[in-house]
């Protein structure tokens, strides 16, 4: 469990982050710029780019332990729990460059924000909104799962060096208050997937 991820898995996954970085700096605040035909073919094709990087890299990346790195084993409900943000990350990365697509979709066949009942019921106005929503919900789970790193590298688990090229651990944390939320926090898993156990049992 301590093997480090491979140079190819650090090299997609920093990539990503600028890619994922540099589409959200450069989106399209209104539907009206659209109207420029190189910008609505430049989306279609960064759009359609994002989504085929993102499933080769849920395809590569998925071989990889969730914990990879870490030197001691990991409770199975934390280990769920991770799996479960991870999955949630790529729904939404899948799910924004899909809505982007069909934005930009709709928008050419002249559907627009705030459509009459008359023109199919706003459907624009829900992929909007379903857009919008993938790309809030993204926002909070990188920031939780840049938090779950950090309190990883707090901790020295190993699984922030396997992935990260600087402040490399070099042994668990000794700091007394960091080792008394951790063995806190394991406890708390144990217990949680004991009770779960339990019912299985019943």
Same mark, same amino acid.
């Given at each position: 469990?301590s093997k480090?991820?491979?140079r190819l898995?650090?090299?997609?996954h920093w990539?990503f ?5 540099y589409?959200?700096?450069?989106q399209v ?8 035909r ?9 759009a359609?780019l994002f989504l085929?990087?993102v499933l080769m ?6 071989r ?5 790195g ?10 769920y729990?991770a ?11 899948i799910?924004?460059p ?5 934005i930009a979709?709709l928008y ?7 459509a009459?009942?008359?023109?199919v019921?706003n459907i624009?106005d !829900?992929v909007l909104d379903l857009?919008?929503t993938?790309a809030?919900l993204?926002y909070f789970?990188?920031?939780?799962h ?11 688990e ?11 651990e070099?042994e668990?944390?000794?700091n007394?208050i !960091? ?5 806190f926090e394991?406890?708390f898993?144990?217990r949680?997937?004991n ?8």
């Amino acid at each position: 469990m301590s093997k480090p991820h491979t140079r190819l898995a650090k090299v997609i996954h920093w990539s990503f982050v600028v890619l994922y970085a540099y589409g959200i700096f450069k989106q399209v605040d209104d539907l009206s710029q659209l109207e420029d035909r190189g910008l609505l073919l430049f989306e279609v094709a960064f759009a359609t780019l994002f989504l085929v990087i993102v499933l080769m890299r849920y395809s590569y990346m998925r071989r990889f332990d969730t914990f990879q790195g870490a030197r001691e084993p990991v409770p199975k409900v934390h280990t769920y729990f991770a799996k479960a943000v991870h999955f949630s990350m790529y729904a939404c990365f899948i799910l924004l460059p899909l809505t982007g697509l069909a934005i930009a979709g709709l928008y050419t066949q002249g559907y627009t924000e705030n459509a009459t009942p008359d023109e199919v019921g706003n459907i624009m106005d !829900v992929v909007l909104d379903l857009h919008g929503t993938a790309a809030d919900l993204s926002y909070f789970l990188i920031v939780l799962h840049i938090s779950a790193a950090l309190w990883s590298r707090l901790k020295g688990e190993g699984v922030w060096s396997s992935m990260v090229p600087i402040l490399q651990e070099k042994e668990p944390s000794k700091n007394k208050i !960091v080792t008394k939320i951790s063995t806190f926090e394991d406890k708390f898993y144990n217990r949680v997937e004991n009770f779960f156990a339990t019912k299985e049992k019943n």
